[in-house]
């Protein structure tokens, strides 16, 4: 972070005032197919633009800590960017936003100071359909073959094209791939060390994610490491499972709680009461059990309305129609088989106990949260 921080600002701050014409247009939330679920993040976009943009202090190590964007009064981003760029207001002040670790910007400095947003739309869209046939042709490389269909639908459920043209929804999507092609590449190994890739997944979900789908980066890849377990006791699959999972928590959990110490020892700044008081709000915490119970249920019930809008349900249907006359034609098979349907019947919960956590957040998000529920489209498929 302190090393893209040295990097000039003022070719970024032009590639942005030529991006600004993007946003009058779009505005905070466009629809890309009408009908459907896919909507951009242009809001939180534009808040990373302007975080790119902004002119570094003399204090790097700091900046990089602090994460600072140029503001108008109580305008939105969006209207900030369209603002200060189109219509040459003045910002009046700065917004820091300490408790996430920005890792986006990693990518978006280098890459904005020599492209536009629409030139890092084209590049994403390209990079986008390479991490999935790099993903596939390890499937095959690997042989786990029977694992295409239900990744193709599954990403299919992500919107792929939201995710290309949005930098806010990418990071997920990229963390969650390149766990997979990580899992893929250790198969076979002598020892198996590959569970402590998920204590990596956590990481970066951590550190590149500003809380879009991140239980996804877990859910996902969990579903391949299962698939590529075999034919094993019930056991072996929840003790892997387990672990798995104890591992990416850790790894989240440590790495964001280690930008709030290290922000507040270089900022001199108490980032742990910001963090604390919107861990409070995400999580309804205070709020009467009651009240939460039907806070959770209704939460449950948009993110699924917007993941039922979605093309890929079809696709997903017929390709769960052929396989229910695949398993009747083999129906002396179902009685051996149905110990390997438990972990993942297990695994499609996830997601929901995800919403349970962080009801308001997906509540108030659900347009973009609902992709969590790609973990449910993947397990039920595999």
């Given at each position: 972070?302190t090393l ?5 600002t003022k070719p970024?701050d ?5 991006s ?8 905070k939330r466009p ?11 242009n809001y939180t976009d ?16 700091r900046s990089?800590?602090?994460v600072?964007?140029g ?21 009046t002040?700065q917004h820091i936003?300490?408790?996430y ?5 990693l990518?978006?400095k280098?890459?904005?100071?020599f ?5 890092f739309r084209?590049?994403n869209s ?6 999935m ?6 499937l ?16 299919l459920?992500?919107m ?10 990418s ?15 250790t ?14 997944i ?6 590149f994610d500003?809380?879009t789908?991140?239980?996804?980066t ?6 391949l490491?299962?698939?590529?377990c075999?034919?094993k006791p019930?056991k072996?699959?929840f003790?892997k ?8 928590g850790?790894g989240?959990?440590?790495m ?7 922000a ?16 409070n ?10 009240n939460?119970f039907?806070?959770?249920i209704?939460?449950?019930?948009i ?6 809008k ?16 695949l398993?009747i034609?083999?129906?002396q098979?179902i ?15 996830v997601p ?23 973990v ?5 498929l595999?």
């Amino acid at each position: 972070m302190t090393l893209v921080y040295l990097i000039p600002t003022k070719p970024i701050d032009n590639n942005v005032r030529k991006s600004a014409h993007i946003f009058k247009k779009e505005g905070k939330r466009p629809v890309l197919i009408n009908g459907v679920t896919s909507q951009c993040d242009n809001y939180t976009d534009a808040l990373i633009l302007l975080e790119a943009a902004n002119k570094n202090d003399k204090k790097i190590l700091r900046s990089a800590m602090e994460v600072k964007e140029g503001n108008i009064g109580k305008l939105i981003p969006t209207d900030v960017l369209v603002n200060h760029y189109i219509n040459n207001a003045p910002f009046t002040h700065q917004h820091i936003y300490p408790r996430y670790w920005h890792g986006n910007l990693l990518v978006v400095k280098p890459l904005m100071s020599f492209v536009s947003y629409y030139g890092f739309r084209i590049i994403n869209s390209i990079i986008v359909l390479l991490t999935m046939v790099l993903v596939i042709w390890f499937l095959f490389k690997k042989n786990e073959k029977e694992f295409i269909a239900p990744y193709i639908i599954s990403m299919l459920f992500l919107m792929p094209l939201t995710i290309a043209f949005s930098i806010q929804l990418s990071s997920c999507f990229y963390v969650l791939n390149f766990g997979m092609i990580a899992l893929l590449a250790t198969k076979n190994k002598a020892s198996d060390k590959s569970r402590y890739i998920f204590l990596y997944i956590g990481i970066a979900t951590a550190f590149f994610d500003l809380l879009t789908y991140p239980i996804a980066t877990f859910g996902v890849p969990c579903a391949l490491y299962l698939f590529m377990c075999g034919r094993k006791p019930l056991k072996y699959y929840f003790t892997k499972m387990l672990k798995a999972g104890i591992l990416w928590g850790v790894g989240y959990a440590v790495m964001w709680f280690a930008k709030w110490l290290i922000a507040t020892c270089i900022t001199d700044r108490n980032v742990f009461e910001d963090a604390f008081v919107k861990v409070n709000t995400r999580t309804y915490a205070g709020v009467t059990a009651t009240n939460k119970f039907t806070s959770i249920i209704e939460t449950e019930k948009i993110n699924i309305k917007y993941y039922l809008k979605t093309p890929a349900v079809f696709i997903a249907l017929i390709y769960i129609l052929i396989m229910i006359v695949l398993i009747i034609k083999q129906h002396q098979r179902i009685k051996d088989n149905i110990i390997f349907v438990v972990p993942f019947v297990a695994l499609m919960l996830v997601p929901c106990a995800w919403y349970a956590i962080a009801a308001q957040h997906s509540s108030e998000h659900a347009w973009f949260t609902y992709k969590a529920l790609v973990v449910l489209a993947i397990s039920g498929l595999s």
